[in-house]
């Protein structure tokens, strides 16, 4: 690597279920919500965290309740999540098809579900939803 960081830093590429090695921290960046198994990914990411490790998937923000998110920004994002996230994970293993729109209580479930103990929202923005899950 030409900016001197090849002694620390390697890439590899694995599945979101099957990558290799013990972590902390973890991040994902607007994608559990497109995964067809965020719970089985969940279990996966847990397995792979340090006793006291983090896990801070940030995610499209959305409210709960449907209503909640009928403003400029949902509009914007339910329609994404129609056109591209939804149809993305159908097919895939599970297929659970969160969506943009899935809200924190639902990708809470699937952090619980996923056998992480300890779930918190660390940020919000108009935007985006950060939650903190540790084991």
């Known amino acids: 690597m030409k ?5 620390r830093i390697t890439f590899q590429r694995a599945s979101v279920k099957e ?5 902390d921290p973890v991040a ?3 994608c ?3 995964m067809g198994d965020p719970i089985g990914v969940a279990a996966h990411v847990k397995s792979s965290s340090k006793t006291d490790g983090t896990w801070m998937p940030v995610e499209p923000f959305a409210s709960n309740r449907m ?3 009928l403003n400029p920004v949902g509009r914007l994002l339910y329609s994404a999540s129609a056109q591209i996230c939804v149809p993305a ?5 599970v297929g659970l098809a969160l969506g943009t729109q899935a809200g ?3 990708l809470r479930e699937a952090l619980e579900d996923g056998r992480f103990s300890r779930v ?4 919000v923005t108009p935007f985006n939803l950060v939650l903190e899950a540790q084991p």
């Open 32 to 34: 559990l919500h497109d």
């Open 19 to 23: 990558f290799p090695g013990t972590y």
């Open 89 to 93: 994970s159908l097919p895939q293993e």
């Open 120 to 123: 918190r929202r660390a940020a």
């Open 67 to 69: 209503s909640d998110n």
């Open 28 to 30: 994902f960046f607007d």
């Open 3 to 7: 900016h001197g960081v090849a002694d």
């Open 104 to 106: 924190e209580a639902r």
